[in-house]
């Protein structure tokens, strides 16, 4: 009977345990998913972003370029392969400023972007299965991070190309054609790049509709586990009454004088009540 009482405690706290752990659980869950869906939320938005600002770089480095040409048939025209900028049209600095201020701002977003990356990848990790689709997921996020790396490394040549034209307002014919083809070769960078923007963007659309089935999925499996939990140990409480029972059994039966004196006595009160 002793046994039997100390089990149903114990069987009675560990139901109340459970019902409170994973009520704790299924909440705490929800609440790192929640903050996951809003971290890969504004990972998207910082991609739509990334996105325009590439496509508008694009057009100021296209623009860049046949500023560049311009400016390169102008020196050609010079005896001393050199021309200052104050002797060129005023049009043409402008272009300049605005590429530079293009170019300044890319870079930025570019090393933003790279924290962008470590973010996902390292939300990434959550999963360890090793299909196929995610090695090429790791593999077109690495060539992202590369062509990335890459445009950030020209666009800083770039800059300082610029930067040296306009304090030092002059051009020189040798100048002019590296950085044209600077140019093109950060044209093809920010291709690669923009493509992998969007592979990466369909990426996180994936990630976000996966959080949001687990969002409803392992609340559900969590309070599920609890309830059958607390089942098993119902059936087990249930199992020490039956203890306590069978231990009352045994004291009786171990006890027969006692059984008959409370017999006898049973009767002598029901003769008192005929009386």
């Not at 508008?56 to 050609?76: C, G, S, Y």
Request: aromatic share 4%; with cysteine.
């Amino acid at each position: 009977m002793l046994a039997g009482a100390v089990g149903l405690v114990l069987s009675l706290i560990a139901i109340y345990g459970i019902q409170q752990a994973s009520t704790f659980a299924a909440r705490q869950t929800a609440d790192i998913l929640d903050s996951t869906k809003e971290a890969v939320v504004f990972l998207k938005r910082g991609t739509t972003k990334t996105h325009g600002l590439l496509n508008e770089t694009k057009t100021r480095a296209h623009a860049l370029d046949d500023t560049l040409a311009d400016i390169v048939k102008k020196v050609k025209n010079s005896r001393s392969e050199k021309a200052l900028l104050d002797r060129l049209d005023d049009n043409v600095v402008k272009q300049l400023l605005r590429a530079q201020s293009a170019l300044a701002a890319l870079r930025s977003t570019l090393e933003g972007f790279q924290n962008t990356l470590v973010l996902f990848n390292s939300l990434e990790r959550f999963s360890k299965s090793e299909s196929r689709g995610q090695r090429k997921g790791a593999d077109d996020m690495q060539e992202l991070s590369r062509s990335l790396m890459e445009a950030a490394e020209i666009l800083d040549r770039l800059s300082r190309f610029l930067d040296d034209v306009l304090t030092d307002r002059a051009v020189t014919l040798k100048g002019l054609d590296e950085a044209t083809i600077w140019v093109k070769e950060i044209q093809g960078r920010l291709v690669n790049a923009e493509h992998g923007v969007d592979v990466f963007h369909q990426r996180l659309t994936i990630a976000e509709e996966r959080i949001l089935t687990s969002e409803r999925a392992i609340p559900q499996w969590i309070d599920l586990g609890g309830m059958f939990a607390m089942l098993l140990l119902a059936c087990f409480a249930f199992t020490q009454i039956g203890l306590m029972i069978q231990g009352q059994s045994l004291l009786r039966a171990n006890n027969p004088g006692q059984a008959k004196s409370d017999a006898l006595g049973g009767g002598a009160a029901g003769l008192c009540d005929l009386k």
